[in-house]
């Protein structure tokens, strides 16, 4: 019998900001977080870092983060709400983030990339998400997981609608949250990022404006701190493949129980958007939170409170 997700832990937003903060290696209750390293992953070959939590016999979760952001971003406390409620959780750092490995990604060619940018021609990324896409999916392979539910937070849903339709075996059940079917777009001169707009100053403010007007920058630090562990080509690299990402009209074949979360104050991945793609996978659902796009940081609670309610209510057979 799977326990109340919802009740297992709750903690209010202060509880996110402690809980995104943990150390690499250990939580804030000082439990190991025992990770561990992927090797030759996918088709890429590249190595990925993950952390299992949880008890081994347990239906696994797979929970896949944004941009630059690391398998620690995700709440301690969402993690024993997952694994106090009978799921093992799995997480890890997307390639050239954290400890995973780096794709040295070549250094492009500034002057013409602006150039084709500006005029608005194609840009090449070094990888795309599909890549992405397949080192998920070498990450299942590796730790022997033929089927699981698939949590993706904003770039992450964008890589689990991919893994959905390329790979639909593997997908038990599908939340979205703060995603798009579509082009996201982060950032309106990407070409530019590294050189002559430092990389640092682009990223706090992309954090920075995912929130409503007058957050509290207790909520948002937590990001901000993080951001000279990014790497300028990386997310250059990364927001190009994103801006260039379309699955529209495709996701009418998905077929898995699917839950899109959405903030009513998020003007990049919108309500709009989210009502798009629910119109496109029979059955979904798409909750509203009074959020922009972090609602994990912004309202913790009830983010698990739907998270689990959405579980809880899969059929046996998911």
């Known amino acids: ?40 992953v996918g088709p890429a070959g590249i190595d990925i870092v993950y952390v299992r939590s949880g008890d081994p016999g347990a239906p696994v979760v797979l929970l896949i983060m944004g941009l630059g952001m690391q398998l620690i971003a995700w709440p301690d406390a969402l993690i024993r709400a997952l694994t106090g409620a009978g799921y093992r959780v799995i997480r890890f750092d997307n390639r050239d983030i954290g400890l995973s490995q780096k794709t040295n990604a070549r250094v492009p060619n500034l002057a013409l990339l602006t150039i084709r940018y500006r005029l608005g021609m194609a840009t090449h990324a070094d990888y795309i998400l599909r890549d992405m896409v397949e080192d998920a999916r070498g990450v299942l392979d590796a730790l022997d997981i033929a089927r699981c539910h698939v949590i993706g937070v904003s770039m992450g849903g964008m890589i689990l609608q991919r893994l959905a339709l390329d790979h639909p075996e593997r997908v038990r059940a599908l939340v979205l949250v703060s995603t798009t079917d579509g082009a996201m777009i982060l950032d309106k001169d990407i070409a530019t990022i590294g050189a002559p707009r430092d990389y640092r100053e682009v990223s706090k403010n992309m954090i920075v404006e995912s929130f409503p007007a007058g957050t509290q920058a207790k909520l948002y630090q937590p990001l901000l701190e993080r951001i000279p562990t990014w790497n300028g080509t990386v997310i250059r690299e990364a927001l190009t493949s994103m801006s260039q990402f379309q699955v529209h009209g495709q996701l009418t074949r998905i077929q898995v129980p699917t839950l ?59």
């Open 260 to 318: 899109i979360m959405v903030g009513v104050k998020d003007d990049v991945a919108t309500p709009a958007i989210a009502k798009g793609i629910q119109a496109q996978i029979a059955g979904s659902q798409v909750v509203e939170f009074q959020t922009g796009h972090f609602m994990m940081a912004e309202d913790p609670d009830r983010f698990r409170t739907v998270l689990g309610d959405f579980l809880k209510g899969l059929p046996p057979s998911q």
């Open 1 to 40: 019998m799977k326990k109340d997700l919802v009740t297992n832990n709750l903690k209010s937003a202060e509880g996110y900001v402690q809980g995104f903060v943990a150390e690499r290696g250990m939580t804030h209750d000082g439990e190991a977080n025992h990770e561990s390293v992927a090797r030759r």
